[in-house]
């Protein structure tokens, strides 16, 4: 079960990685952070389908679960875990090529009563180090590989604890 959950959070990553803004102005990195908080939000708001269409047909998980395997995991998640709440801490490019990308990013997660309030105050959450291979599919950025850990709050980079504090402030 805990596994499953786990994968409901990587593809809460994975939507945030969806590239649909075109502009020029800015990087492939800036591109996939923008995504991200679009697909925080997706799942916050609990939209399965959205999760699914950034999702390569290709995809491979570490278990081996292919993308068919994905909608069944991610609707048991949605429907038992109330009021999720996503904050997309640090992201790190570790490699992007013009077709590739792999990327790191820190996530805090909670779900539970008092949405609201856990948005503000980050109460009870958990937190996640994801390590995320992309490819861009015409201009989509695609997943097909994630890998991801639980970490301790000691264990976010300084990026990602300014950025939790800001959150807090």
Not at 120 to 149: A, G, H
């Amino acid at each position: 079960m805990k596994n499953n959950f786990l994968l409901f959070i990587i593809f809460i990553i994975s939507l945030l990685l969806f590239n649909s803004n075109c502009s020029k102005e800015k990087t492939e990195l800036d591109l996939i952070k923008d995504n991200l908080k679009r697909i925080a939000k997706n799942a916050e708001n609990k939209n399965i389908d959205d999760f699914l269409l950034y999702i390569s047909e290709n995809y491979k998980d570490s278990k081996g679960r292919k993308k068919d395997d994905i909608r069944p995991i991610i609707e048991t998640y949605i429907n038992k875990y109330k009021g999720i709440v996503v904050n997309i801490l640090e992201v790190r490019a570790i490699e992007i090529k013009p077709l590739e990308a792999l990327i790191e990013t820190d996530v805090a997660l909670s779900s539970g009563i008092a949405r609201a309030l856990r948005k503000v105050t980050n109460i009870s959450s958990r937190y996640y180090q994801f390590q995320v291979k992309l490819v861009k599919e015409s201009t989509i950025w695609m997943l097909v590989s994630v890998e991801w850990k639980y970490i301790s709050k000691s264990e976010l980079s300084d990026e990602s604890l300014n950025i939790l504090s800001n959150i807090l402030d």
